[in-house]
């Protein structure tokens, strides 16, 4: 294959590099846009793959605009900024549509508006920044190489306020948290406040009322268990992380608990001493997602409803396929909780079907 080719950009993978083929390999493209002409030199070929660098955009797409950071395509932190933010939204829609029928098999994808940031620009109320040999800021793009980083445009003005202040001192070399006042604390809170109000929201809307049981598992300071307070006769949170389960136990209301320990520990316990028939349980895992041994308890335990919010489409879908056995898969709702960024959060909601604890026993008859 040349080094230097023309193409054409067909889609956008998951992670924001543009597709395209030449020779028979798919080539992916960074920092482009569907329908553009580019030229485009090859850096890396593989079997069924080749990786490719931005030379020129010959025919730019009408969605492209100026990124605003001049750290972008340097900096690996963002990978949308030459996208119109509704472009952006489109994409991560698209996106996670596609990896669960791909993944997950599964089809039709109820899928549901992509919930956007009100302010795509200054969200972060965290960031991580890293300190070495005179440079602070972030990693290059795939690279481990840092990039000098005065201020970061995604970030909130208290964090790059922050961010100064770090520049500035005589602090040694290492890995910073810079975050914004407030809050609960780096672990247990969301980095963008905008939309986890509007997750909040939309699971107060969704998920069923004048339950017996709703266990917040993955709880972190019991964020989402305290805002859907009345949905439930008792509210149980399980969480690994000891500070965090200590912020919430502080900050809990007369009817809520909160668990210590692994979720795949205690989750079946939790569920068998309560009216499944009743019981909604919340998962919002790390990227990784579910444990075959935690969706084991889910089929087995049968709760009434399943809240999943995911920040990981792929482990998602793999773990939507295997639900699917008892679970109706109700609807999908992206949330753009990562603006300019390839991340992309997802809330999927499923009950339980009817009669599924016979077809199951059926199945392993």
Request: charged share 25%.
């Amino acid at each position: 294959m040349k080094e230097r080719l023309v193409l054409r950009i067909e889609d956008i993978a998951f992670g924001g590099k543009g597709v395209a083929r030449a020779d028979g390999l798919v080539v992916f493209v960074p920092f482009t846009a569907p329908g553009e002409t580019v030229t485009a030199r090859i850096v890396r070929t593989k079997k069924k793959f080749a990786e490719a660098q931005l030379i020129e955009v010959l025919s730019p797409s009408p969605d492209r605009v100026q990124p605003r950071c001049p750290y972008f395509a340097v900096c690996g932190g963002c990978v949308y900024q030459h996208l119109r933010y509704e472009a952006q939204l489109a994409l991560k829609s698209t996106q996670v549509e596609q990896t669960l029928r791909r993944v997950g098999k599964i089809d039709p994808v109820p899928m549901r508006p992509i919930f956007g940031s009100v302010n795509p620009w200054g969200y972060r109320n965290r960031i991580r920044v890293h300190r070495a040999e005179g440079v602070t800021g972030f990693f290059r793009f795939e690279s481990r190489e840092l990039v000098d980083v005065e201020q970061c445009a995604i970030a909130k003005p208290e964090v790059n306020k922050a961010l100064r202040r770090l520049r500035q001192s005589r602090t040694e070399d290492g890995d910073y948290s810079l975050r914004a006042p407030g809050g609960a604390g780096p672990f247990f809170e969301q980095t963008n406040e905008q939309v986890t109000a509007a997750l909040v929201l939309l699971l107060d809307e969704t998920l069923k009322k004048s339950q017996a049981l709703l266990v917040d598992a993955f709880c972190g300071g019991g964020r989402f268990a305290r805002a859907l307070a009345n949905h439930a006769e008792k509210l149980v949170g399980i969480e690994t992380n000891g500070a965090a389960i200590e912020y919430a136990r502080k900050a809990a209301g007369p009817r809520e608990q909160y668990v210590q320990g692994d979720v795949a520990q205690h989750l079946g316990d939790i569920l068998a001493s309560h009216d499944s028939s009743r019981a909604t349980v919340l998962l919002d895992p790390p990227a990784e997602g579910l444990s075959a041994r935690v969706v084991d308890l889910l089929l087995a335990g049968e709760p009434a409803e399943i809240a999943y919010v995911s920040c990981n489409p792929a482990t998602l879908a793999r773990d939507l396929s295997i639900l699917a056995r008892s679970y109706r898969l109700e609807s999908v709702t992206p949330l753009d909780m990562f603006p300019h960024t390839a991340e992309v959060e997802v809330f999927a909601h499923l009950l339980r079907r009817e009669g599924a604890s016979a077809a199951l026993a059926g199945a392993h008859a």
